[in-house]
Structures are given as C-alpha cells and as structure tokens.
C-alpha cells in the first residue's frame, strides 16, 4: 500500500464519485478505477459499494479512511519538518467567527502579510461549532473562538476582550420590554447566543422565537429594521450605533464579558509561519 493509494482513495471517498475524484486528482478515469481496485485486492475486502450514481464507503473503507487521514497528515508534517526554515512560508489556515474576523482581523492579516509574503494566507469563518470541527480533523492550523472551551487536544492564547451589548433598533422602550421580541442570531452553536438564552431563562422570559440569519449584516440590518433584538460585541456594532440605525443597552456584568482565544491544537506541528502569527497574542498574556 502506498502513499499516493491513500490519497485516491482518500479523493474517492470525499467526492462519492470516481469520475469526479479523477479530475480533481488530474488522473484519467481509468487509473483512479486500477488503483482502487488494487487497492482492494490488497487488502482482500471491498472498500466501496458500487451504485448508479457514484459509490458509498462500506464498513471496511469507513475504517480504513479514518487511518488514511491520520497517515497522509503525519506525512504532510513529515515534509514540514523537513523543509522548516526560520524564514515563515507555506500555507497558514486560520479560522473565525465573523464577528471577529470583521472587527479584529484585517489589520492583523494586512500586517503579517506585508511581514511574510511567501505565507499562503487564509481565512475561513463559521461557527463556533464548525470551527471546532475543523479544527479536530486538521482542516484549520488554528482558529479565533469565543467563549471557554474545554477540550483536552486543544491549546488556546488570549487573543482579545470584549464586551457584549443587546441590540434593538432606536427605541424609547425599557430594556426589560425588548427582552420579548424575537432573538436574531446565527445557527445553533453560537457562544453570544448562548450567553442571552442563559440571561433570558434567569430573567423567567419565554418562550423564545428565535431567527437565524448566515451574516453579520443581516443580523444588524434585522434589527435595525425592528424584526428583533440581538447580543453581538459592543465592537462590531459601533458604526451602526453611531450612524443611528441601532441602539446598544448594557447587560448584567455576568453576562457582558466575552474572552476571544486563539485555539488549536497540541500536536500541531508549528511552522515558522503559525510561530510568527501567534507571536504577538504569546507576547500579550
């Protein structure tokens, strides 16, 4: 079995489709088709289930891509290192909510871009929990999250403080009458939005109507245009008080605080690149 096996194997299962595998792979149809096939002759059972549209991993290829992930990985670090130089390089993919990526990250990906040209930056955004998802199965080198997280794997550097506000659009109405309209937030997972059902429940208010929204923007231009309230950092919402179209309340001290941390994990193998992206964040604890 070798290493370049895994890996289409690898393409095969990710994409269901032989044909599709081959051209993300460059290969001809027909090679991807040989090596599986050998594949499986090797190791004397069938890895997919052959169907009219494309194939399914059965119980043995399930297991086998678990280790074929874990293998390509560690040979991927195996080239790192080998190739590790003071001088960053290579690829760095760091990962965020949109909040902070919009408040706090583009002067920080503008500077270390201009310090180190030669790193292939990028920056993916989503939730809380599919940045922990990405983060256990090695998609991401790190990620900015807010909110504890207890995971054993996982590392974390204090990256910034926030404050959180509730949001209405421009009202004269008390605080405690808004805390009945509906709630706009993103999907389920989202630690701001935990921290107002928590405040809600204490405050004996239900039940909740909640609405999901994918951006940032929509949320602010939701409640600025009276659909509901929201809780979002005092930062992200600055413009939008200050031009008039929101309207920013204090909450309870408990529940106003919000810790940003850089997390990723233990055994990452930390390039040059990752060392000097998280150099000023080490520097600040």
């Not at 590790?84 to 760091?94: M, Q, T, Y």
């Not at 602010?220 to 979002?232: E, R, T």
Request: proline letters at 4%; hydrophobic letters at 40%.
């Amino acid at each position: 079995m070798e290493s370049g096996d895994l890996k289409i194997f690898q393409a095969v299962a990710r994409e269901g489709n032989i044909t599709k595998a081959a051209a993300s792979l460059g290969y001809v149809q027909s090679n991807v088709t040989a090596r599986i096939r050998q594949l499986e002759s090797e190791l004397n059972t069938p890895l997919f289930y052959r169907l009219s549209r494309g194939v399914a991993l059965t119980s043995a290829g399930s297991n086998l891509l678990k280790y074929a992930d874990q293998i390509t990985r560690l040979l991927d670090e195996a080239v790192k290192s080998t190739q590790f130089s003071e001088e960053p390089s290579g690829a760095l993919r760091i990962g965020s909510s949109e909040t902070t990526a919009a408040v706090h990250l583009p002067g920080i990906m503008l500077d270390y871009h201009r310090r180190y040209p030669n790193v292939k930056l990028s920056l993916i955004t989503g939730h809380r929990a599919d940045l922990v998802r990405a983060l256990n199965e090695y998609e991401l080198d790190g990620a900015f999250i807010s909110g504890p997280l207890d995971y054993p794997d996982f590392d974390e550097i204090r990256a910034f403080d926030e404050e959180l506000v509730l949001i209405s659009e421009p009202t004269e109405a008390a605080l405690r009458d808004l805390l009945t309209k509906p709630l706009l937030f993103f999907g389920k997972g989202c630690y701001h939005r935990k921290r107002l059902e928590q405040w809600l429940h204490e405050e004996n208010v239900g039940p909740m109507n909640i609405m999901e929204f994918g951006t940032l923007e929509a949320i602010m231009g939701g409640v600025a245009a009276g659909l509901g309230i929201s809780l979002l950092t005092r930062s992200s919402v600055k413009d939008w008080v200050d031009a008039g179209k929101l309207q920013a309340f204090q909450i309870p001290k408990r529940y106003r605080s919000s810790k940003v941390h850089f997390v990723f994990r233990r055994d990452l193998f930390r390039t040059s690149a990752f060392n000097h992206f998280i150099e000023p964040f080490e520097k600040t604890e």
